[in-house]
């Protein structure tokens, strides 16, 4: 019998040394799995043709939405961003999250900042699978 | 300002009352976001062209793999079976989890046994939207 580890969202985590940040430590299908530490806020953005799906794993998060609307998540709960929606998440505390979207999804969507990560940077050692 | 419940997966499990019988609580891009209950086994299956992503949320998950091989998920951890790769998914002890899969997926892909649970069914409230 060989056994095979499963993938520890907490470890991969501990690999993490910068906010907003996402490291992809996985792919199903068409969607890379990330995980990534929030602080802070990043920028209002949208992805235009893809979704966003956000788990908490430990922390709580904040995403604001149009018209004043506002998901708040705490450990074991997910929300998924609609394509086209503009979004901005706001983490109070550090947030520690998994992020599952499109392989060909940009950082901040339709717009570029000093913290924007091109996908090829957040693939880390993936990029050589 | 309008709040938004996240989507919990707990309370989402709390709704499951039978083993075997994926729930989707959600959908990002093309992948159905899905919580189950297991306890025991279900059959050694494939599904020819899917990835299929197995979170474990609460107790221990084995998924049997081809040549003795063999994956342990624990609680925040994960797997993917790749497309094309039998597997048996076995829980020793009730083990709650959260699938995510091509929409297309069949529940027991190229075998269907009397637990087989059609993909229609498994979205439930879902099925409206």
Redesign the interface.
């Known amino acids: ?10 470890a991969e985590l501990r690999l993490v040394d910068a906010h907003w940040t996402p490291r992809v430590v ?6 890379y ?1 990330k995980v990534a530490k929030l602080l802070g806020e990043l920028v209002w953005h949208a992805h235009d043709a ?4 956000f788990i ?2 430990s922390g709580r998060l904040r995403i604001q ?1 149009p ?8 450990p ?5 961003v609609p394509r086209g929606v503009q979004h901005n998440p706001v983490a109070d505390e550090e947030v520690h999250i998994v992020l ?3 392989v060909t999804t940009a950082h901040t969507g339709d717009v570029i900042v000093e913290g924007t990560v091109p996908v090829e940077q957040q693939l880390g050692k993936m990029a050589a699978q």
């Open positions: 019998m060989t056994l095979i580890p499963g993938i520890d969202f907490d996985g792919k199903v299908n068409d969607q799995i893809e979704d966003e799906m908490v794993i939405l018209d004043h609307q506002e998901v708040v998540l705490t074991g709960q997910f929300f998924v599952i979207e499109t």
